[in-house]
């Protein structure tokens, strides 16, 4: 079994997505998991590459939201698209960074992307409200792996 198949149990998984729906109900954003075994760059550099690659800058508002994490590299980012950066101030996702790493330096990888996930979801509501007449799920909900 691959790593990242290890790293999150079928349920962890299903507590993840059903957290990127909760968040999604408070903002506009769209988030989305990625995880991969490992890679040679910085995980800022490579999530910034999984983000153009999963075509998280086709949001019509762009204010896609991605956390990456690669296993064996113990690395883990989070990165928001243009229309986010335009508009939250330059350390908006420290605390959530914070609280997801603080979480994995514990072992608890879901309870840090759920924690992770939600926080985004509530912070994004401000600049990024749901509107419920006209809102659509732009990017799919579930885990991607590399």
Not at 120 to 134: I, N, Q, S, T, V
Request: with cysteine; aromatic share 8%; hydrophobic share 35%.
């Amino acid at each position: 079994m691959h790593k990242t198949e290890k790293f999150l149990s079928k349920d962890d998984e299903q507590s993840i997505v059903a957290a990127i729906k909760e968040a999604e109900t408070n903002t506009s954003g769209e988030i989305r998991v990625h995880i991969e075994n490992h890679t040679e760059k910085p995980p800022i550099e490579r999530a910034q590459e999984v983000f153009q690659f999963l075509e998280m800058e086709q949001t019509a508002a762009r204010n896609g939201v991605l956390f990456y994490v690669g296993v064996s590299d113990k690395a883990f980012a989070i990165i928001g698209d243009e229309g986010i950066d335009k508009v939250v101030e330059d350390d908006f996702w420290e605390c959530t960074k914070d609280e997801v790493i603080s979480k994995f330096k514990e072992g608890k990888f879901k309870e840090g992307l759920v924690n992770g996930i939600l926080r985004a979801g509530e912070r994004l509501k401000k600049y990024f409200p749901y509107d419920e007449e006209g809102d659509i799920n732009e990017l799919p909900d579930t885990i991607s792996r590399g």
